[in-house]
């Protein structure tokens, strides 16, 4: 019993040295080697582009839930004008951010562990390195670029589609004044709930091509091991989106 | 000239190679022969970098590559090239870019001269017109074949070979330890080939050394291994059930 828990002790610790220098090295190698436009492009197009649909139908209906429960918590107070500010604040400051990071991590995280774990255990990394070339160069570094630009730039698509989908409920089906929407709106927020927005989105990215990446490289053996690694990265991803999400909210309001 | 001595490896407390010695001579095809399990493939990763003996020394050209910096292993890599057991191309490449991919990264070559260098060493494997194809289009043979291709075409000093015929049907097994012979004597680099190919390898091979229970039993000329009197060596050649080796 002690034996069992000595020995997963030593793994767990183990395993944050392995994740952290992983996250280390990948910084260094942004600043060193960032590898070529084309790879740090079609990771673009894979991690962004190829997310938009599913941000922005997820964003459209996250907005307009916003705005049917605003409306009739409002409602009660009387204050049904708020209604913008609700919804805008929520989504910039926290449901935007949060939201796009954990779809982005369903479509794209799972899919970056899913890759590098392949080329893994088809050895595909293994013939980079005899190749004397450092796969952090192909694999890694252009994903960690992408998700940092994706992410504050789905999050921004987010927001406004969002603030729409409210607009869309509130105003032209439950009769809020347009004006009062986005009026009170502009009135409420500040820069500062937009950068702290952006400051999120990009850490968010960071995560998830952290873990994803991570998780992928040291993949275990087999189909298997690579579903297990891609079921670990998105549940691991998510959850530390979550708690980081928290730890940056105390910091930054 | 590769050196090992004293190679100690273990796996999660298994022992995979016990006290290793081994000389691999310039300029020279050597086969590692040895029952499946004893850690042939261990031993191969060892040479290039890709595993770290537990203690014990790994020599290349006369520099140890143990426990090397990256950028220092990189710069001792440059003379391998690496054929491996399921061929590990780029499956998201084509033929053509798998074989371009190192001369690309390594290289300043214009895109002209990378195609022709490309189009040659695909000629020199036997393979014509398959540039545009995906290697999950191609044969477990044409596989093998692409990946020879990619593996001399930086002209390298020193070639591993991971098994390169498992899974291949006689004629093309025969084909590609022929290709072996015949690159090797185009090119002249030192070859390491990890096989079970018994009797075939004895033909390709100009040094055996057979692999077991984590030491070399014994190298010498393909003559030295077929006349052993070693037990385990004559029951592996003979593929006799009754022996030292036993079925795990």
Known sequence: MVQALGHATIALVRDLGRAGWFLLYSCYMIVRRPGSLVHVLKQLRFIGTKSLFVIVLTAGFTGMVLGLQGYYTLAKFGSEGMLGTAVALSLIRELGPVLAALMVTGRAGSAITAEIGIMRITEQIDALETMALDPFKYLVTPKFIAAMISLPLLCAIFDVIGIYGGWL???????????AYFYEMEKSVVWRDVYSGFVKSFSFGLIIAWIGCYKGYYAGHGAEGVAKATTESVVLTSVIILVWDYFLTSVLL | MITLRNVHKSFGGQKVLDGLDLDIPAGQITAIIGPSGEGKSVLLKHLIGLLQPDSGTVEVDGESIVDLRRS?????????????????????????????????EKTSLAKEEIRSRVVSALEDVGL???????????????????????????????????????????????AIHELIRDTHAKFGFTAVIVTHEIPDIFDVAQNIAMLFRGRILQHGTPDDIKNSSDPAIRQFISGSLDGPIRMV
């Open chain 2, 128 to 174: 014509k017109n398959i540039e545009n194809k995906f290697p999950d289009e191609l044969s477990g043979g044409m596989k093998k074949r692409v990946g020879l291709a990619r593996a001399v075409v930086l002209k390298p000093k020193i070639i591993l070979f991971d098994e390169p015929t498992t899974g291949l049907d006689p004629i093309i097994k025969r």
């Open chain 2, 72 to 104: 220092e292993l990189n710069r001792i890599r440059e003379k391998f090239g690496m054929l491996f057991q399921n061929v590990a191309l780029f499956d998201s490449m084509t033929v053509f870019e798998n074989v371009a991919f190192p001369l690309q």
């Open chain 1, 169 to 179: 409920v509130g105003v032209k089906l439950l009769g809020v004044n347009p004006g």
